[in-house]
Structures are given as structure tokens and as C-alpha cells.
């Protein structure tokens, strides 16, 4: 009897065992939460720096950017102009632009979401699209990069030539099918934020 009860003991001592390596809880990526985008400018020939602040309202990761409404509503701390932003640059010069972003739900304890986009370099992708041949944008030298060495585009230098007025648009993309396109659309993915605003080149 000790012996049947002795291998009884182990096996169920075994199980117990078995069961207790395989029970650890699974790992949950939670979306971020950003309810305020910032754009920091810096003249680069005498840095002298504007920041301008966008209220946003989150984005579903599974939200169709087709249907996205725009989150342009802008209090800027340096030119306040309701709720549309005007950045101004001067003709024949290079700013560096640096995109955050933040969860300021408690005001007593905000956020800097842009540490976890870092974090999650592939999986994201800053896009402006503009559509005007006199200003230039591409990665600043300090950008944040993927595994696959492309730029997030959360650091950008910015380079102006003439005088102009330009529209663009901001995005931040989730999980984007191509890093290397020319238009959102080509980017695919979701957008978790987008931001419009004006460029003025004078």
C-alpha cells in the first residue's frame, strides 16, 4: 500500500506541476491612448523653437481611414487661431520638426505615448503629406528607425525654397502594409491620429 501510494502522490504531483508551467498568463499589448499631438519647430539657422499643440480624439486600430474624421483641433501655445493652425516659416531655410504624442486623461500625470511608439518602431509611421514642390521634408539624422533601418519620421528636417501656402495633413499609422509610399493611402494600415494645418513660407 505505501508503494501504490507513494506513485500515486508522484503522478499527481507531476500534473500539478505540468499544469502550473503551461497556466502563465498571455502577454496583452494594450493600444495606446493619445489625446494631444505636439509639433515642435526649430529654425535650425538660430534655434529658435514654436511648439504647436493639437487635441485629438483616438483612433480604433481597426477604424478604415477612409471614414477617419479629422482631428484638427488645434490650441496652439505660441499662435492660437482657433481651430486652424498656421506654422510659420521663413523662404530659403531648414526647420527641424519633432512630432509627439501624449495622453493627458489625468492632467496631473500625462503621458508621453511617444516613448511607446519608439518602443514600437515597426509598427508605426509618421506620414505629412503636402502636396507643394517648395518645401522638402525627410528624416532628421537623430529619427527614431525600425528593424529594417526605415525612419518613423517622428524627427524631421524640413526645407523650405520660395514663398507659399501649403495644406498638410499628419498622420500617425499603425501597423502600415509599405514604409516607403508617397501617399497615405499607399501606406495603408489605420490612422490612430491625423492633424491637418497650414505651412506658411513667407
Known amino acids: 500500500m505505501k508503494k501504490v501510494f507513494f506513485y500515486a502522490f508522484s503522478a499527481l504531483l507531476f500534473v500539478t506541476t505540468s499544469c502550473s508551467d503551461n497556466d502563465e498568463p498571455a502577454v496583452v499589448n ?11 519647430v526649430t529654425n535650425l539657422s538660430d534655434s529658435s523653437t514654436s511648439i504647436y499643440t493639437f487635441s485629438v480624439e483616438p483612433h480604433d486600430h481597426s477604424d478604415d481611414d477612409d ?3 479629422d482631428d484638427d483641433h488645434a490650441d496652439d501655445d505660441d499662435h492660437a487661431d482657433g481651430d486652424h493652425m498656421e506654422i510659420e516659416l521663413a523662404s530659403n531655410s531648414s526647420y527641424l520638426f519633432e512630432f509627439k504624442v501624449l495622453n493627458d486623461t489625468d492632467p496631473n500625470n500625462v503621458e508621453n505615448v511617444t516613448l511607446e511608439i519608439i518602443d514600437e518602431a515597426d509598427t508605426h509611421q509618421v506620414f505629412y ?3 507643394d514642390s517648395s518645401i522638402s521634408i525627410e528624416a532628421a539624422a537623430d529619427d527614431t528607425f525600425d528593424s529594417n533601418s526605415n525612419p518613423v519620421m517622428l524627427k524631421t528636417i524640413w526645407t ?3 514663398a507659399t501656402v501649403a495644406d498638410v495633413e499628419a498622420f500617425l499609422i499603425h501597423n502600415p502594409s509599405s514604409k516607403n509610399a508617397t501617399t497615405r493611402e499607399g501606406f495603408g494600415g489605420s490612422a490612430e491620429v491625423e492633424i491637418e494645418f497650414e505651412a506658411h513660407v513667407e
Open 67 to 69: 471614414n477617419a474624421d
Open 160 to 162: 523650405t525654397t520660395t
Open 30 to 40: 494594450e493600444e495606446e491612448v493619445i489625446t494631444k499631438v505636439t509639433i515642435q
Open 129 to 131: 503629406e503636402i502636396l
